[in-house]
């Protein structure tokens, strides 16, 4: 498990996605971001080049125009 406060950097540093793409070995086509805050997982996930999914249960983010689930239910759509 890589944690961005154990690696010195927090998203949205991409670098912390560039090295779990490096120790994973998997490329950025083969991962799929799911987080709940648009700017720092959303955001940063695809200026690294990686797929995101909002997850916003709360409806915060209506301007996302992105791939958006309200429930982790809805998430095998995008597996």
């Known amino acids: 498990m890589i944690l961005s406060y154990n690696e010195g950097t927090v ?3 991409t670098r912390l996605y560039q090295k779990v793409l490096s120790e994973t070995g998997l ?8 987080g709940d805050n648009y700017d720092n997982d ?3 996930a695809n200026k690294a ?4 999914v909002l997850i916003d249960r709360r409806g915060r983010y ?3 125009a992105t791939n958006k689930i309200s429930s982790l239910k809805q998430l095998s759509s995008y597996l």
């Open 11 to 13: 998203k949205p540093d």
């Open 27 to 34: 490329t950025a086509d083969e991962v799929l971001m799911i």
């Open 42 to 44: 959303i955001l940063s």
């Open 49 to 52: 080049g990686i797929n995101a």
């Open 62 to 64: 209506p301007y996302a």
